[in-house]
């Protein structure tokens, strides 16, 4: 997405935000709008002329005034999404509202949306959004969700809204150069590659290994939690060591996530386990939002990475009497893991959460990068170092990992084991340039390796099914081409740990810019960088120092 049409996009939501908030409440209704901007005076719009416009498409005369420069094509954008109705259930709605990520961000745009006596609006917020989804005869949609919001009058407090645009407008362009800078880069790199890839394996293709798979549930009885998952075996007649994996899965995943990739690996002869961890795994989050569970605590963030732990102290023991686990090499293990799991494996590798930035960066919280949101949560942890590193794990993978604020830079340069760290540039969840780009330079390891997918998303590399999503995700959302997003994942993943885990050092020449610009599309451009781009990447970012959520040391 270039900047002009991130701008756009930018301006087009803020447009509908400001306007979208903007309806009735059932005996008390929300009959205007007033937007104050100070010097100027404050104006207001009604809202039976937006609900006019959103059932009818007729314009008043007093809306007009305001959409002078609007063209139709946004004119019909608008009305379609003031159409919107989201299916949800109250109960849902009540839970998503009471989730304490929610609430900060109902926290952060209340400074913007204010009640009828200025006050902050995040509890008139989240009652509308509650109200809203319990309307069995309308639902929630933007129209029936501004009837829900309390009082006669909502408050738009333009200085704020436009400050938080303008921050946001400033993160787009950064990342856009940021991701033009490393295309560059890639490409220099690339250039010099004199290896024709298509004489050489195809690492997107399975491998020539069956296997058998094995569902276990294993009870940590030190700490009285499950750690259920499957373990994806090579059918191997050699008796040489087997190099296992972990894959650790995001919030609200589960083992079939990236069962594609388990599969793949397996085939080219490593063992695989895909751990389930039950505290943020999807079943507990349909349980959550069905009011069956609590909310995940913050302690999530240390028991992912003692479920691997635990995993592998199982391995060890059972290998003792099971010959189909003899061959493992449980001291030299590699991890994958996505969003959170990207978080627990760069914790697995050493990697210690540092408080002093957690608290910087989170009293308050000011920060548009909701993955600081989760981040966050580890104020509420003991401020003491946590062992969490696991000396077996010798590589990892870290797929859109979260790390800018609970790492931080002192955090991040304790892993010195081999990286491979992949983000997308279109990521509004964990995005690129802080939780990726950023990180990638602050790490120490002498082997680190950075694949940025241009137009790719938090999504592009998952597999879920669409009728047992905890979230639901739209198509923009997932970003183009997933299947060739996975091909990447397998072909790198295979190319990374049989350089790194299984010390095949012929692989490494697939662990470069010619590799990846070889197997590269059009419609998902991926760029690979090395090591030693790190310090080009690190000049480039200190040309601006307007950064969000990243540590105060390096904005100077």
């Given at each position: 997405m270039s900047i002009s049409a991130s701008l756009r996009w930018v301006k087009a939501s803020a447009i509908a935000t400001i306007i979208t908030i903007s309806m009735p409440i059932s005996v008390r209704a929300v009959e205007q709008i007033t937007l104050h901007y100070p010097p100027f005076k404050d104006f207001s719009i009604s809202v039976r002329d937006l609900e006019l416009f959103a059932k009818k498409g007729q314009i008043a005369p007093a809306f007009a005034t305001y959409i002078k420069q609007t063209t139709p094509e946004q004119l019909q954008q608008l009305r379609q999404l003031l159409q919107q109705r989201m299916d949800i259930s109250p109960t849902y709605a009540t839970q998503i509202a009471n989730a304490p990520l929610i609430q900060t961000l109902l926290e952060r745009l209340g400074e913007v949306i204010q009640t009828e006596d200025l006050t902050n609006g995040q509890q008139s917020l989240r009652l509308a959004l509650v109200r809203a989804a319990a309307d069995k005869n309308v639902g929630l949609t933007p129209i029936n969700f501004l009837y829900q919001f309390p009082g006669r009058k909502m408050n738009i407090n333009l200085s704020e809204g436009f400050a938080v645009y303008a921050n946001f407008s400033q993160l787009l362009k950064q990342r856009d150069l940021m991701i033009v800078a490393l295309k560059q880069i890639a490409q220099a790199e690339a250039a010099t590659t004199k290896i024709d890839f298509s004489t050489k394996l195809d690492l997107r293709k399975s491998g020539r290994f069956g296997y058998q798979?094995?569902?276990?549930?294993?009870?940590?009885?030190?700490?009285?939690?499950?750690?259920?998952?499957?373990?994806?075996?090579?059918?191997?007649?050699?008796?040489?060591?087997?190099?296992?994996?972990?894959?650790?899965?995001?919030?609200?995943?589960?083992?079939?996530?990236?069962?594609?990739?388990?599969?793949?690996?397996?085939?080219?002869?490593?063992?695989?386990?895909?751990?389930?961890?039950?505290?943020?795994?999807?079943?507990?989050?349909?349980?959550?939002?069905?009011?069956?569970?609590?909310?995940?605590?913050?302690?999530?963030?240390?028991?992912?990475?003692?479920?691997i732990s635990f995993l592998l102290d199982e391995l060890q023991r059972l290998a003792v009497n099971d010959p189909s686990l003899r061959q493992l090499n449980l001291k030299q293990v590699g991890a994958i893991g996505h969003s959170l799991g990207g978080y627990t494996a760069l914790a697995l590798a050493g990697a210690t959460i540092d408080f002093?930035?957690?608290?910087?960066?989170?009293?308050?919280?000011?920060?548009?990068?909701?993955?600081?949101?989760?981040?966050c949560r580890a104020n509420e942890l003991e401020f003491k170092l946590h062992a969490l590193q696991d000396p077996r794990i010798k590589a990892i993978f870290a797929i859109n990992p979260l790390d800018s604020t609970i790492f931080g830079q002192r955090g991040m340069s304790q892993v010195r084991v081999p990286v491979l760290m992949m983000g997308g540039s279109d990521d509004i969840i964990t995005p690129a340039v802080s939780e990726q780009i950023h990180p990638f330079t602050w790490l120490q390891?002498?082997?680190?390796?950075?694949?940025?997918?241009?137009?790719?998303?938090?999504?592009?590399?998952?597999t879920f099914s669409k009728q047992d999503s905890v979230f639901p995700v739209s198509k923009s959302l997932i970003g183009p081409d997933p299947q060739i997003a996975q091909t990447y994942v397998k072909a790198l993943g295979v190319a990374f740990f049989q350089t790194h885990l299984a010390q095949r050092q012929e692989f490494q020449t697939y662990l470069n810019a010619g590799y990846a610009n070889s197997i590269s599309r059009v419609s998902l451009p991926l760029n690979l960088v090395r090591s030693s781009a790190s310090a080009q990447i690190r000049r480039i970012l200190q040309q601006d120092n307007v950064r969000v959520g990243i540590p105060a040391s390096e904005k100077n």
């Open positions: 798979i094995r569902r276990f549930e294993w009870l940590d009885r030190s700490r009285q939690r499950l750690v259920p998952g499957d373990l994806y075996l090579p059918q191997a007649t050699s008796t040489s060591p087997i190099s296992l994996i972990v894959i650790s899965h995001g919030v609200a995943e589960d083992r079939t996530t990236f069962a594609y990739l388990a599969k793949h690996l397996v085939s080219h002869g490593f063992a695989v386990a895909v751990v389930e961890h039950i505290g943020g795994d999807a079943d507990r989050f349909r349980k959550y939002f069905s009011g069956l569970a609590p909310a995940p605590g913050a302690t999530e963030l240390l028991q992912r990475p003692r479920d002093e930035q957690v608290t910087q960066d989170c009293t308050p919280n000011r920060s548009l990068n909701l993955s600081v949101l989760l981040q390891t002498s082997d680190k390796y950075l694949a940025i997918l241009e137009k790719g998303t938090h999504f592009s590399t998952l």
